[in-house]
């Protein structure tokens, strides 16, 4: 009986983290409100609560609550990418870039970590920033795709030229190959070179069935253009329908209104 009992989690914070774990998160902010009730002053709990309102799509009041913990103790890593976001998306720009900026300035910054704080300061357009992030981040693992992946679409976004992002998203391709939207990426900036023939050397190692995950109209429409061009009619058909589909929502978008 005692091992049954030293087995199950003591505090509210670990019965909250437990449960989340297990997929009951509706349940584990319950846990988190009713210790909040009784021990107002628990950081940890309030900070917790957060992530997890953050998690549930309920940011302005995971908002409010990360502010709270933040008067209380200092807030891990994932603590302060959250409030950031809760930040952005309750359309706070100015306390959001703040965040996500100190966040960026931390000398031991966790790799996924950067990463989701390089495409925050990218939703905010502040792209020299997230390819500053970026560089760092290669410096200490250069072989990191995602940073390669974010360090290209910064620079574009920058207003680079495309040949500045092609080594660099051929090298995410090369080490994360099962990545379809690295591939895609490359794919129309070869394109936009005018290298049609190696662009659709790429755009064969794509499964048909994997290209209906392209989501930019832009990009399908040159992909298209390329698959024609190479009388790649499963593809073109594959990419016309996308297209078609983005028609259809634009339509029911308008008709809505």
Not at 192 to 201: L, S, T
Request: one cysteine or more.
């Amino acid at each position: 009986m005692d091992c049954e009992k030293s087995s199950q989690p003591n505090s509210a914070v670990e019965r909250a983290t437990n449960l989340a774990g297990h997929g009951f998160l509706k349940g584990a902010i319950d846990v988190l409100e009713v210790e909040l009730a009784r021990a107002p002053d628990d950081g940890k709990a309030w900070q917790l609560r957060g992530e997890l309102l953050h998690q549930a799509g309920d940011f302005a009041t995971a908002l409010d609550n990360m502010e709270r913990a933040q008067l209380l103790v200092p807030l891990t890593q994932r603590g302060q990418l959250v409030l950031a976001d809760c930040y952005a998306r309750c359309g706070h720009k100015e306390p959001a870039k703040f965040a996500y900026e100190l966040l960026a300035g931390e000398a031991e910054l966790d790799a996924t970590v950067a990463i989701q704080v390089q495409q925050g300061l990218g939703s905010l357009g502040e792209w020299r920033e997230a390819a500053k992030l970026c560089r760092r981040v290669l410096e200490q693992t250069p072989d990191d795709d995602q940073a390669l992946f974010a360090l290209a679409r910064a620079l574009l976004q920058l207003g680079q030229p495309s040949e500045t992002a092609v080594p660099l998203l051929r090298r995410a391709v090369y080490l994360a190959p099962h990545v379809e939207q690295y591939r895609v990426a490359l794919v129309t900036q070869l394109v936009d070179q005018g290298r049609c023939d190696e662009a659709y050397a790429e755009l064969e190692l794509l499964p048909v069935g994997e290209l209906k995950h392209v989501c930019c109209k832009g990009c399908l429409r040159r992909l298209l253009e390329l698959a024609v061009l190479h009388g790649d009619s499963g593809r073109a058909a594959a990419f016309a329908a996308q297209l078609a589909k983005f028609a259809e929502q634009g339509a029911s978008a308008h008709g809505g209104e």
